[in-house]
């Protein structure tokens, strides 16, 4: 995403309570209840759009193979294996993925469907001159990695996030502030409606500016939002159309 | 605002003109006042944060230097002695703000770490993230005339300050020159149903009096007839 301006949550916390009528905080719910729910909102929004890129360098587990995810990782994009200093990669390498590979409980002995050595199966046959391949598996919040990766002495992981760690405060993309904002104040209007009916309309119309009404002019902001990340930055559709019209990349 | 003096001795002058010999004295007066005006603030501050979404700073009073206490059963609880009766109004909502400095001069006090008030069946749930009762984001339940305060239980917080829209108890009013706090506009309503109440009282029927007498009815004396 193409912006580096970011809003503390004091500003959406501003906004939505007054936008529910609850300036004082004295409706039942607190102050923080109502940054759980920005916090929330942040998350759906990651999670719908992969709005977050970040990147963690971590030593190499050398004796065991495994590594827990960094907190607040949802999606992997990229990893890499390299030497050198942390955070300043000398000399780097990809590593792939290979589907069912399991050393879960560390070390270099692990499972597979096809293994690069072992007894010859008559169905999937092995690939033992693949020695040079670098590759992990992801399960459980576990990154296993293949025993060959035990020549490189740091990892880079490069991930989608979920805004912040549980118990931070996330700051918020300036173009996606007015989706955070209806959604939280869909949220605590939908707990207002449930103890006073009189609130429906007002929540109705949150939940039309969130969602929209179905005509093309009015998307609602959640979808502005989804359509303004994954939308490709007008730098990089330039040079990509540039490379398709070469055809030789 | 109206001094309870020129209130009292407005609606003691009125009943005495009608009921001269009545034994109306000034505390029942006073009494009425605060029971009337009880009633009309608390529907005055509810219609106003209706209309404005925020309560009037014009009833609130504030307790700028309140003790925490730590009681002595409860599990050492920490605890604020309530200085007067509050409202009774939902979500606590007599309780303007509570808060305590945090050794920062440059931020005002009332506007550092704020208590958020909840119940006491609401409390074990607070777990959740960015809810938990911490130092700096301290909670309050009231039981009775005290409120205990959640989060503080690791740190020295000798006092705290105190926004609190409190009903007007007349033991408690001293002064008689002090301003009732009621607005002005509602004053001439105040008067009108304590003239009514008085009236009520004082024409209480005179057969619902126990004047002592025997009001038993005695049985008639048969009738004698000739169907015999």
Known sequence: ????????????????????????????????????????AVEELAIDTYFQTLTTDLEFPTDSLILSLPTNCFNVKELYLYNGVCGTPANSRKVWYKRNYNNS???????????????????IPSHADNYNLYYANIE?????????????SYVRIVYSG???????????????????????????????????????????????????????????????????????????????????????? | MAKYREIVYDLLKDLKQTYDDSSIVEYSVLWWVSMVANKFLKQHLDNEQGRTGQMPGRFLTVFP????????FSHKRKYIQLPGVLLDMDYDRSIAYITYNVQDELIPGFTQVKFSMITPAHAHLLQASHETPTPTNPYGYVVADQIFTLGLEAVDVPEVEMGLYLAIDPRKVNDMDAECPLPEHLVSQMKYEIINLGRFVMSVPADKVNDGNDTIQVAPPKQITNEQ
Request: charged share 25%; net charge neutral; aromatic share 10%.
């Open chain 1, 105 to 123: 409980q560390g070390g270099a002995d692990y499972t597979a469907r096809r293994k690069e050595s072992g007894e010859e199966d008559p169905f």
């Open chain 1, 140 to 152: 459980n919040g576990v990154i296993m990695f293949g025993s060959s990766c035990n020549s490189y």
């Open chain 1, 162 to 249: 979920m805004g912040a760690d549980i118990t931070e405060v996330p700051l918020i993309p300036r173009p996606l502030r007015q989706a955070i904002i209806d959604w939280v104040r869909e949220r605590i209007l939908t707990i207002f409606a449930s103890r006073d009916r009189s609130v429906m309309p007002l929540l109705n119309i949150a939940r039309l500016d969130l969602y929209g009404d179905g005509r093309p002019s009015n998307p609602g902001s959640w979808r502005k939002a989804e359509r303004y990340v994954k939308k490709m930055g007008t730098w990089a559709r330039d040079c990509y159309n540039e490379y398709q019209q070469r055809g030789n990349w």
């Open chain 1, 1 to 40: 995403m193409n912006n580096n301006d970011f809003i503390p949550i004091v500003d959406i916390l501003s906004d939505v309570t007054q936008m529910v009528g609850d300036p004082g905080l004295d409706h039942g719910l607190s102050k923080g209840f109502y940054i759980r729910q920005i916090s929330e």
């Open chain 2, 65 to 72: 230097e309140t003790k925490l206490l730590t009681s002595s």
